[in-house]
């Protein structure tokens, strides 16, 4: 969903960056998971601020309890998540998917995402560790097949 960045004031308000494309989600009364611990939260309150939002979670009712609280990511289940539109995939969907080439060719597994400003770039690895940048944008990533595990890739030249 996104990440707790920092505490804010003295009410214990975290200022929390979006990542995700369904911010309508973080309403009060909504379970979240907080951390890498996965610990469960619940929305207390939201309001909009300048550098994203502020939240506040029940589970955490003052400044003192929130202090620890720095680049923390905020999860959603899985389950829970919204259905996307044919053609879009959520990216916990795609890392691990081997890339192959259109010929049949392997490339790799797309190891990690990276937004960019205009579009996103997938990191895929090989075998030998070498890693190549592939710019997700339709001339290269040809399609996303899901059932097969698998993205299929046109390797331009200059790639």
């Known amino acids: 969903m996104g990440f707790v960045r920092r505490p804010h004031g003295v009410k214990g308000e975290l200022l929390f960056s979006l990542e995700t494309d369904f911010p309508e989600r973080l309403i009060k009364g909504e379970r979240f998971y907080l951390g890498e611990e996965h610990l469960e939260v619940t929305i207390r309150s939201r309001r909009n601020h300048a550098q994203g939002l ?53 490339v790799g597994t797309l190891t990690q995402i990276l937004a960019t400003g205009s579009n996103d770039v997938y990191i895929v690895r090989d075998d030998a560790g070498k890693e190549i940048l592939l710019p997700a944008i339709r001339d290269v990533i040809r399609r996303v097949d899901l059932d097969e595990k698998r993205i299929i890739v046109r390797i331009i030249p200059g790639l």
């Open 54 to 106: 502020l939240l506040t979670f029940e589970e955490f009712p003052d400044k003192s309890s929130v202090e620890r609280l720095h680049n923390v990511p905020l999860y959603s289940r899985v389950a829970e998540m919204p259905e996307l539109p044919a053609g879009k995939f959520y990216q916990h969907q795609l890392i691990g998917l081997n890339v192959v080439e259109e010929n049949g060719g392997s």
